[in-house]
């Protein structure tokens, strides 16, 4: 049975209504970009008429439906369990995956109250410099705003700007990255373009530095903890045994295809990726050496198994589960260091 598209928005806006509810009138639309995860309405199961219809492609339900069903969870949350730590969180589909996956913020909600402001398909460029000026360190205003409430900050970023997919371009990141396979399986630093990786990185650390800038230019955040990660080890496609197949991206979305493109195998990849992951996890290293109350939660080994993956650089909901416990035990003990938590 049909409903409308009046009544369709309306489950999308009830927080109370199960995202698997939700699903059953939707399609994934594949291959719609980075780390963004797009949605289709059924027309066979939802009547819209031809205004709905444009304003249902103007509104991208993925980011749009995850967004204010969190932010009314939110705001029910801080009625119903005020004895909760409130936190803030801003990022990339680590902290947002809208509706098929339970992501990082979709655990620890069941911890603290926590204020989501994460998008799939952000990047650090668009948090902290973007075009967009309602979303361009938007979690400042948001800090702000609860500035007397917030125990806490979640910060993750980075991933669309070294594994991810160039916005601009719709091109992986990777190709400009990786060097041509020059036949030594053991060679790790010799497939890195020097110049293409250090510049991202060093851009990367200028954001951060901004965000972190940013909070401590507020008087009531200056000790406030900030946590921030630099993602798990990943399995590029085609990984021995490999049998994923996500409904949202191609199998190779992201890794896959330039590995291929320069001829690297995958378990080299897997290397070089994760050789450049250590160096993210060593420039957030620095960051937290000059700031105590910058806090690094290492994800590096919560997802061991190609199984924890539902696609090459995103965790299954049990996947992110351990992903989650990581930073609830970081979160935890930083609150009670700061008598947030007792």
């Not at 991208?60 to 004895?83: C, L, T, V």
Request: glycine content about 8%; charged content about 25%.
């Amino acid at each position: 049975m049909k409903i409308t598209y009046d009544e369709f928005l309306k489950l999308a806006r009830d927080p109370s209504v199960p995202e698997e509810q939700l699903l059953k009138y939707c399609r994934v639309v594949r291959h719609t970009g980075a780390f963004d995860i797009q949605f289709q309405v059924k027309p066979e199961l939802v009547e819209m008429t031809e205004i709905d219809e444009e304003f249902e492609n103007a509104l991208q339900i993925g980011n749009w439906a995850s967004r204010i069903r969190r932010y009314w969870r939110f705001k029910e949350a801080m009625k119903d369990h005020p004895e909760r730590p409130m936190l803030i969180s801003e990022g990339d589909s680590w902290f947002q995956f809208p509706i098929i996956i339970d992501d990082v913020i979709d655990h620890l909600s069941e911890h603290y109250n926590i204020y989501s402001l994460g998008a799939a398909g952000d990047t650090a460029q668009n948090m902290v410099y973007g075009p967009d000026r309602a979303r361009r360190r938007e979690y400042l205003s948001a800090l702000y705003d609860y500035k007397d409430k917030v125990s806490g900050f979640l910060f993750s970023a980075a991933g669309n700007d070294i594994i991810g997919e160039d916005p601009d371009t719709g091109v992986a990141v990777l190709f400009d990255i990786l060097q041509d396979f020059n036949g030594d399986i053991n060679d790790v630093d010799g497939h890195i373009n020097r110049a293409a990786f250090d510049e991202k990185l060093a851009f990367l650390k200028g954001a951060y530095e901004r965000v972190i800038s940013d909070i401590r230019g507020v008087s009531e955040l200056q000790n406030m903890p900030v946590f921030v990660h630099g993602y798990d080890y990943v399995f590029p496609y085609k990984w021995q045994g490999d049998t994923r197949d996500p409904l949202h991206a191609a199998k190779d979305e992201w890794l896959g295809e330039p590995l291929s493109d320069r001829n690297i195998p995958s378990v080299l990849g897997r290397k070089i990726i994760s050789a450049m992951l250590d160096e993210l996890y060593a420039m957030l290293d620095g960051l937290a050496a000059a700031d105590a109350n910058v806090i690094v939660v290492d994800c590096r080994g919560a997802m061991p198994n190609l199984t924890d993956w539902v696609d090459e650089i995103h965790g299954t909901s049990d996947g992110f589960a351990k992903v989650a416990g990581r930073f609830k035990m970081a979160i935890d003990q930083a609150l009670v260091a700061h008598g947030a938590m007792t």
